[in-house]
């Protein structure tokens, strides 16, 4: 079979002059029918409906229901015995080793806790760590917690947790100094304040950032406190399934050894989930930026014990991914740099959309230009939008860009891009996973000893996120959840390891039977992607 080569385009060839006239402000009917349209999230196809477990019923992206609707990893007819003994006995296991799962580690270990960090590769190999612009927290002047909440609120459009988010915007400050009282070192202007800037969709200048490696600054510093906190940490260890105590209560985990694929088996009082998002699953096909354990892992082994899920059918594509060259798809051009004063061009160098809209009508805004003939084409067949990062330097003088983003500048520099002087080609990326396991403020999932924190939860910012809420989620219910997970672990009534099954996978994989009789499942929790069955070329 010969496979035709699309013809080879340099997006650099034939810049069209870029021509800076404003572009008008949507109307919300027109903000409405722009993302109904374009928006992925919005368009019927490659949508499952949910037949087994706590969410049938909900209509999810093909991926999403496949990692759901799945059979166990550990074997395809019968479950492994539970061993005599467990091969270790803690009060609080946490799962994933990001900042929700380090910050909930040394909270919980503060409250006096015995801990155990399992995580999937190296500690801090993670979404935390890769987070770029920064953290919203309600410091200035003319700011406040409720005008947080009331940004963050619009921003979801109206779908958040009031509850969930009011907690969020009012322990924000606290845990920020927190952060800075550990060694955190944000960026400050000239008199040593910090600085704060703006990020789409937000009223006032309130995100704080550590250059453009925010989230390297913050694991930089509570990786060493980890280290010295007690806290027991295995690393390369996975977990694969929960396990099942007395009334249906989660008891505990298997975990799966990387190095050598043997199984250890966790007793816990109270199990607390920091598995992360999902990026890694492509949904859609998209390129994404998350890192390569972004599988959805803590999803599939929750809702097999009957914990419930929010909001699973909404994702964040992020606006500005990189497209070309395609060795960088899907690698993040955070937000900041629009804020710092970043524009974007059609193939006719003409503006299409405000670049501080909220994520979601950029990103649909990008879409709609691409599949209207108004994307630059690149040479593997993908189509992209300009960025253009020359105009912050214009405006802010020589030199701004290569100082405040020094990782990108890096990073784009290594391709031969300088984008100190020539734009990036941007498509949207599979940025953030929106929904998660429904919890209440201290964490709490619907089943008893589960807890979950940070981007494997649901419910604080609806069915959009702004900008640098993420971080500051991760750490306020990081620290929140992780000392009430130990509380209740410490005062968990006593039960035997006998007492301890796989009962809930087992009448899980029951129903798949009922369900889905005589066909095949998937299996998962999938831990890493396996790019070789994998349809998009550019993903690997
Ligand atoms: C490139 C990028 C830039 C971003 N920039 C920002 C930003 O500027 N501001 C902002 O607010 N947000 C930003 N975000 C989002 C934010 O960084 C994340 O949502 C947040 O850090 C998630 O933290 P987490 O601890 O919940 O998950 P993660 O940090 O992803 O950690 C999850 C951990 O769980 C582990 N794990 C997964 N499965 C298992 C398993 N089965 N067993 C054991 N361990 C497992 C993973 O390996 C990982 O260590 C960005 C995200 C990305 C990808």
Redesign the pocket.
Known sequence: MTVEKPPLINPYDNLPSFDLAEPKAYSPSEREELLRRYYPDYRPDRKTTLHVGANAGDVLPDEIASILESRSILSKNVLPAVPSTPDIEVDLLV?????????ASIFAMEAGARVLL???????????????????VALGEDDSPVQHFKDAYRGGHFTGDPELLSVLVREGPDVISWLIRKGVLFDRDPSGNLSLRKGGGTTRPR?I?AKDY??LEIVRVLKEDLLNSGVTIWEF????ELLQGPEGSCAGAI?KDVDNGSLKWVKANAVLL????T?RLHIGDFA???????????LV?AYRMGAKLLNMESFQY?PTGVIYPSEMAG??I???VRGAGARMFNRHGKRFVQELETRDVVASAIIRECEEGRGVRTPSGHHGVYLDLTAIDREMGEGTVERRFPNIVKLMGKHQVDCTKQPILVYPTL???NGGIASDTSGRTHVKGLYV?????GGVHGKN?L????????FVY?RRVGEEAAREALERKPFSWHEVNLGHVEGFQKNLEKEFPGTSRPEA?I?FPDYRKHSHPDHA
């Open positions: 799962i994933g080793g990001g900042g929700a799962g380090i910050m399992a995580t999937k590769l190296r500690v801090g190999d993670s979404n935390t760590v890769m987070a770029e612009g920064g953290i919203q995100l950032s925010t989230g260890s996975p977990a694969v975990l920091a598995t992360g998002g990026g994404t930026s998350n890192h390569f354990g972004a599988t959805g892992d803590g082994m992020h690698m993040l955070t937000e900041a940025h953030y996973q924190a940070g981007e494997a939860s996120r900008m640098g809420n993420s971080l500051l989620e991760v990081g929790p831990l």
